[in-house]
């Protein structure tokens, strides 16, 4: 393969990359409540939870727009919801 050859993702792929993103996302808040909870939302480790968690949304986002860009036509919300 030549360099800058882009071999986008599939629907399986993308399917499985959401499903596992979902999962990350559920955990990673629930890690985060405890930590905000326990320290205080203003405490560093909160904040970089909190950080985190804005950033994984953020990623869940920018999947969604890659996929409606790999998968013209198909429905992307139901796999990045």
């Keep these: 393969m030549r360099p ?3 071999i986008p993702l599939t629907l399986e792929e993308h399917r499985d990359l959401g499903a596992e993103i979902r999962t990350a996302r559920v955990r990673l808040r ?3 409540d405890l ?3 326990v320290y205080g939302p203003n405490s560093q480790a909160a904040f ?3 950080k985190a ?3 994984l949304d953020r990623l869940n986002e920018d999947l969604r727009a ?3 860009q790999d ?3 198909f429905p992307v919300a139901q796999l990045y919801p």
């Design 4 to 6: 800058g050859t882009i």
């Design 30 to 32: 629930q890690l985060c």
């Design 35 to 37: 930590v905000v909870g």
């Design 48 to 50: 970089t939870f909190i």
């Design 53 to 55: 968690v804005e950033y």
């Design 66 to 68: 890659q996929a409606a």
């Design 71 to 73: 998968l013209p036509g």
